[in-house]
């Protein structure tokens, strides 16, 4: 290898390189569209019997009134379960052990026969448990417009990646060519050929001011600059979106009734909203405070809602001797809202102290019967609040201190904390200006 082309050998090294890297992302973008990936026509069959013959009583994720039925295929055959499905009765009547365990568990609730399918709609049921995969989170609220938002995962970005690569294995090519040409010229122009090569004065001398190591470290600052600038553009715009995310929960308990029609105040539930960071989801015991005489009997033929029931069975209630057992276990609320780890926020800061309502960050719960997120918790809302809200100094008491250090320095527009008198004698200070927006007071 002829020495003086170490350079273009660099070039060549920092273009694959970079190739790799693109490659990488595009199938990293590409695995997103994987997820998002539609079910066979045979499943598709499948979904739509399972959706009219099922639910009723089956989840795929969570226990119902049956088990949750992801990965089911994985621990029944297929013919254990197309016996079950069409005739669980007499399945267990055959003696099937694992058939009889399963009704014993579930005690003895029969589930219905479904002779009515026929093998082969049996079979795109299961094939359909086979191709379930968990929903990505979906984004409900502005129904389609939101799904057309732009995303890193879209189609877009795997065709702007494939088209850089192109260009890339072009410049790749070219860059090949030349070095090749450039060779032969150097040969035909000293006449010698590529061993007997004396050392080329002009080229010796780049050679020295371009310290082969220090090129390699410059290509890889900007290949790993360029990298984590994209990947802090796309934290702080992608990661994590779930706005509109409203996922069901495991009882229907609905904000617009209780907070709504029946005016609960937000607190008698999220007590601590104003009290700490964390503005807890209640404890089974608030429900019961409640439910324990509220049964809905009159909605149900005499019969207790079955969604208070759920209440009881985690409370171990025996409403009919007005009994509590000694197994409860807490209700399993899905969580809507969740910042990352880094993110650090606090509640009673923000209600007790800056005086800022659930609904400007919650949106109007009291509205929803399902709980869904409806601001997109990104760095950049939480930045755009700080930028432009005002602090009320004035008629705060948690903000005394600050009130008194401004109004000391009234008259010295010029001060630390005088600035922020307007022209018209008025206090105007955002939380921006309040140290809002430093780094370590929301990232830890
Ligand atoms: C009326 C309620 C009900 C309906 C409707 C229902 N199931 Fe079930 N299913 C159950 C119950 C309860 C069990 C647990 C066993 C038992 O008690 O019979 C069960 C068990 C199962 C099992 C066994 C799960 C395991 O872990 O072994 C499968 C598979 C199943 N059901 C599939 C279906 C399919 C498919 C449908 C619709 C075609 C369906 N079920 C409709 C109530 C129901
Ligand atoms: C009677 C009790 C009760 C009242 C009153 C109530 N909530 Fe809730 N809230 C719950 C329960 C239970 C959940 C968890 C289940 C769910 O998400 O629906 C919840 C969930 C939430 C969540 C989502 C939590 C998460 O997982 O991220 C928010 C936000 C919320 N409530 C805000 C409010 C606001 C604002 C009000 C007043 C307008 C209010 N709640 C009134 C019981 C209550
Ligand atoms: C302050 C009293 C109160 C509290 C606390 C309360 N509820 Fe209710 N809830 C009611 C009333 C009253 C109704 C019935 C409204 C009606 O007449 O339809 C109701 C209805 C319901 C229903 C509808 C049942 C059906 O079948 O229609 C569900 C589910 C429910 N509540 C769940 C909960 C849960 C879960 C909690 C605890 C997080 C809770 N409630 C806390 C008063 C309360
Ligand atoms: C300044 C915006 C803001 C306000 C005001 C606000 N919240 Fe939140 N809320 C959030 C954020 C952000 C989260 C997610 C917190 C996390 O993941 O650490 C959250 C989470 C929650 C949760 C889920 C449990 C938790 O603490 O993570 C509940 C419940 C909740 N809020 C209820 C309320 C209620 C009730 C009020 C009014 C008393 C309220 N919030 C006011 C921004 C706000
Ligand atoms: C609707 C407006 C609003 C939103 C949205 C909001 N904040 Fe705030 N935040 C405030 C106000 C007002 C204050 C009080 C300013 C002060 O005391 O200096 C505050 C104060 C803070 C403080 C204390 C700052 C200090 O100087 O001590 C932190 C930390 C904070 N917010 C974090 C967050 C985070 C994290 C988010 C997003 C998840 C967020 N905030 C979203 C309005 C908002
Ligand atoms: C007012 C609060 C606030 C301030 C100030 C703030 N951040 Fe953030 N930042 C957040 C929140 C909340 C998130 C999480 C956003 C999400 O989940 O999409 C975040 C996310 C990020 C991420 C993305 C990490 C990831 O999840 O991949 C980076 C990087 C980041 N912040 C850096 C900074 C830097 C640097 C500063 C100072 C210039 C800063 N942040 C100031 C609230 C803040």
Known sequence: ??????????????????????????????????????????????????????????EMQNKATGPAL??????????????????????????????????????KVVMNNFESLTEDQVK???????????????????????????????????????????????????????????????????????????????????????????????????????????GFYFGVTEVAVQQGYAPEQPIKYSHKLHAGELQIDCKYCHSTAEKSKQASVPSVNTCMNCHKAV?????????????????????????????????PKPIKWIRIHNLPDHAFFNHSMHTKGAGVTCQTCHGPIQEMEVVQQYSTLQMGWCINCHRERKIDVENNPYYEELHEKIKAEKNNKNSEYGKYFTKDGKINITPAQNGGLECSKCHY
């Open 295 to 327: 049964q809905l009997r009159d909605k149900y033929d005499g019969e207790i809602s079955p969604e208070i029931k759920k209440i009881y069975a985690a409370m171990d209630y025996d409403a009919e001797n007005q009994k509590y057992g000694d197994n």
């Open 124 to 230: 795109s049921i299961i094939t359909y448990f086979k191709e379930w995969t968990p929903p990505v989170k979906k984004k409900v609220e502005g129904g389609e417009g939101a799904e057309s938002k732009t995303s890193f995962y879209s189609e877009t970005t795997l065709y702007i990646l494939g088209f850089l690569i192109v260009i890339l294995m072009v410049v790749l090519y070219i860059l090949r060519r030349t070095k090749n040409s450039l060779k032969k010229s150097y040969e035909e122009m000293s006449g010698e050929t590529e061993e007997a090569a004396a050392p080329n004065e002009k080229m010796e001398n780049l050679k020295k001011r371009i310290n082969p190591t220090i090129f390699k470290m410059a290509i890889g600052m900007v290949v790993i600059l360029a990298l984590a600038s994209y």
């Open 1 to 58: 290898m002829v020495k003086h082309l170490t350079k273009r050998n660099l070039k060549v090294r920092a273009v694959a390189f970079t190739i790799v890297t693109l490659l990488n992302l595009s199938i990293f973008s590409f695995n997103g569209l994987a997820q998002e990936a539609k079910l066979s026509a045979q499943a598709a069959e499948g979904e739509k019997l399972f959706k009219a013959n099922c639910t009723s009583c089956h």
């Open 70 to 107: 992801a990965g089911v295929h994985n621990r029944r055959s297929e013919e254990w379960l197309l016996k079950w499905i069409r005739n669980n009765e007499a399945f267990r009547a055959s003696g099937d052990k694992d058939a009889i365990a399963i009704f014993n568990e579930y005690n």
